[in-house]
Each structure stands twice: as C-alpha cells, then as structure tokens.
C-alpha cells in the first residue's frame, strides 16, 4: 500500500470499525440485529413457501410479494454476516474490491425492492382503476420482464457507479471507514427518486377512484387490498428519507444516530414486510395460521 502526500494509493485492504462511540456495546447491539435477521429470513422464506405451495396465489399481487422475499433475504444477508463478524468476532478488515462488491451488493437488491415496490403499485393502480383490462395487462410474461428489468436496471445502474469509483478514485485519505459497510447512496437515490414519485402518482389516482365509489363496502373493500403495500412503502421509504435527512443536515447529531440509522433502513423493510403481509393480508394469514394449527394438531 503505497502512501502519499498523507494519502492512500489504491489500498487493497479497509477497516470497517462499525459504529464508532459504541464499541463498547457493539456485541450487544448486534443481538437484536441478529435477532431481526433470523426473523426476517424466516418470515419471508414462509411467505415464498406459501405463495408457492398456493395455486390460487399465483397473481400478480402475491408474486411480486413473492419477489420482495427475495430481494429482502438477500438484502440482509449481504449486510449482517459482515456487520455480526465487525460486532462479535472483531474482524473488521475487509478486502477493497470485496468492499465494493458488497455495496453494489446492498445498492442492487436495495434499488430492485424499490422497483418492485413501483411495480406493485401500478399492479393496484390497473386492479383498482381499470379492474376489466388487470388480467390482460398483468400476465406471468409481463410480471417476469419487470422482475428482470428492476434487477437490471439497478445493477447495471450501480455498477456504473462502482467502475467510476474503482477507474477515477485512485488516493484515499483513510483507509479506515466509521461503518459497518461501505455506501455509496448518489446512484441508489436517484433511483429511489424516479420510483418515489410514480409511486405516490399512482396512489393519488388509486384514492381518488376510491372515494368516488358510491358503496362505503366497496370503497373499504378497494382500500383494504392496498394497505399492507401502503405500511410497506412507508417503512421502506420514510426511514431512507430520515437515514439521508440527518446524513446530509444533522451535523450536530452523533455520529453513532447516523449509522444506527443507515443499519435500521436497511434491516427493518427485511424484517417488517413480512410481518406486514401476514397480518393484513387475509389469504396469508390464513394458510399461516393453518401450518401452525397443523403442526399443534400433530
């Protein structure tokens, strides 16, 4: 590692010290968040065992629901492993390359889940506003080219970003990051932005169809289908909004709030969507409890 003028040529190793002023607690902190993540792959991993196993599941709703699992269980898992080694085992060093290959990584399935979140909103917004045409529109075809095209769009899109970093950045005044994983947001949160915006058109149109229903059964009816997605794309949203807010204008807050959050943005979506989905929406709710009963009965 060739040093400069007081930095670092293209360094080969980074030490992530996780969350600086806490070290002392780190090994505590890393037990909740050990404990969301096993929550977290077993209630989506639940969730995809169902939608699997349920014929009359296979709709558009419930495989992009199927789709989130994914994209949430491998969001965590890029994350915790790293995070708990930082936490529990004091391992902090991390190879330079294999840095940025878990950003892009987190950046990845972080943009994908936002696109998957557009898509179910549009999937809403054509089941509530034009129900007739929602079975033509939302075919197996359609939903598997915007499973691949979020993946791609956002992979393609990061590792644009990546490259520039890894061809133009060449000095570095530290090789030791106050995190426990490495960010670059720019790219992610442009996406984020384009998503955001068509998300939130297509619920102002999805309310207003709503309430102009004449029947308050089939306004509540309409409404009921889209509250899970609705808590989701709040969690989802609302804590990157805050992450970023206080990244960008909390210079007084401690540097330990600002990574707390940045952890919590991205390990509760994981954690909550499928405790969302299995509490409000009926059909899961149903064949969960029936796997429980099942398993009591024997």
């Given at each position: 590692?060739?040093?400069?003028?007081g930095?670092v040529?293209m360094?080969?190793?980074?030490t992530l010290?996780?969350?600086?002023g806490?070290e002392?607690?780190q090994?505590w902190i890393?037990?909740?968040?050990?404990?969301m993540?096993i929550?977290?792959?077993?209630?989506?991993?639940?969730?995809?065992?169902?939608?699997k196993?349920?014929h009359?599941?296979?709709?558009?709703?419930?495989?992009?629901?199927a789709?989130?699992?994914v994209?949430?269980?491998a969001l965590?898992?890029c994350?915790?492993?790293k995070m708990?080694?930082?936490f529990?085992?004091?391992?902090?060093e991390?190879?330079?390359?294999?840095?940025?290959?878990?950003?892009?990584?987190?950046?990845?399935?972080q943009?994908?889940?936002?696109g998957i979140?557009l898509?179910?909103?549009l999937?809403r917004?054509?089941a509530i506003c034009d129900p007739?045409r929602?079975?033509?529109?939302?075919t197996?075809?359609l939903?598997?080219?915007i499973?691949a095209g979020?993946?791609l769009r956002?992979?393609?899109?990061?590792?644009?970003g990546l490259?520039?970093?890894k061809?133009?950045l060449?000095?570095?005044?530290t090789?030791?990051?106050s995190?426990?994983?490495y960010l670059w947001?720019?790219?992610a949160?442009?996406?984020l932005?384009f998503?955001?915006?068509?998300?939130?058109?297509?619920?102002i149109?999805?309310?207003?169809?709503?309430?102009?229903?004449?029947?308050k059964?089939?306004?509540?009816?309409a409404f009921?289908?889209?509250?899970?997605h609705?808590?989701?794309?709040l969690?989802?949203?609302?804590?990157?909004?805050?992450?970023?807010?206080t990244?960008?204008?909390?210079?007084?807050?401690?540097?330990?709030?600002?990574?707390?959050l940045?952890?919590?943005?991205l390990l509760v979506?994981?954690?909550?969507?499928?405790?969302v989905?299995g509490v409000k929406?009926?059909?899961?709710?149903?064949r969960v409890?029936k796997?429980?009963?099942l398993k009591?009965a024997?």
């Open positions: 590692m060739l040093q400069l003028n930095t040529f360094p080969s190793v980074l010290i996780g969350i600086p806490l002392s607690v090994f890393g037990i909740p968040f050990c404990a993540y929550v977290a792959l077993f209630g989506n991993f639940l969730i995809l065992v169902i939608i196993s349920e009359s599941l296979h709709e558009p709703m419930y495989l992009f629901l789709m989130l699992g994209t949430d269980i965590s898992t994350i915790l492993p708990l080694g930082i529990w085992f004091h391992s902090p991390i190879l330079f390359d294999a840095c940025l290959f878990q950003m892009w990584l987190i950046h990845t399935f943009c994908t889940e936002s979140l898509a179910m909103a999937d917004y054509v007739l929602h079975a033509v529109i939302f197996h075809k939903l598997t080219q499973g979020v993946t956002a992979s393609v899109l990061i590792a644009l490259i520039l970093i061809c133009r060449k000095h570095y005044r090789t030791v990051v995190h426990s994983f947001p720019f790219v949160f442009i996406i932005g998503d955001i915006i068509f998300i939130t058109l297509s619920y149109r999805i309310f207003v169809t709503v309430f102009k229903l004449p029947q059964e089939a306004r509540l009816k009921n289908t889209c509250i899970a609705i808590c989701v794309f969690v989802f949203y609302l804590l990157g909004f805050f992450s970023s807010f990244h960008r204008f909390g210079f007084h807050i401690p540097s330990y709030i600002h990574i707390l940045s952890n919590l943005y979506p994981p954690f909550l969507n499928p405790i989905y929406t009926k059909q899961i709710r149903d409890s796997i429980f009963h009591d024997s």
